[in-house]
């Protein structure tokens, strides 16, 4: 069964930092890209980062610079390390299994429950 579940959500002021974790389960990391995604309230779920065996490392370009992802293959985790966060980057933040190394909604094969980011102003 595949699974993947986020955690490290939280509350933080602007500025600050956080590290999300996806913990994957029933398959490899050479199956599927892992991707991140958010959605804020009355937006649509947008692609932040993407991470792949084969096509390496993807940033929208309004996290670039800011977000840091990475895996580990041992853990079957994968991370999103957020640095110089924004009130505008709150949302809650979705992992998923991608078919294709971009991160987009059509790209997902499945999903994470999701985790909560605030950030405060």
């Known amino acids: 069964e595949v699974q993947l579940v986020e955690s490290g959500g939280g509350l933080v002021q602007a500025g600050g930092s956080l590290r999300l974790s996806c913990a994957v389960s029933g398959f490899t990391f050479d199956d599927y890209a892992i991707g991140w995604f958010r959605q804020a309230p009355g937006k649509e779920r947008e692609g932040v980062s993407s991470i792949s065996a084969r096509a390496g490392t993807y940033y929208a370009d309004s996290v670039k610079g800011r977000f840091t992802i990475s895996s580990d293959n041992a853990k079957n985790t994968v991370y999103l390390q957020m640095n110089r966060l924004k009130p505008e980057d709150t949302a809650v933040y979705y992992c998923?299994?991608?078919?294709?190394?971009?991160?987009?909604?059509?790209?997902?094969?499945?999903w994470g429950q999701g985790t909560q980011v605030t950030v405060s102003s």
């Open positions: 998923a299994a991608l078919w294709a190394p971009i991160p987009t909604i059509d790209h997902a094969n499945y």
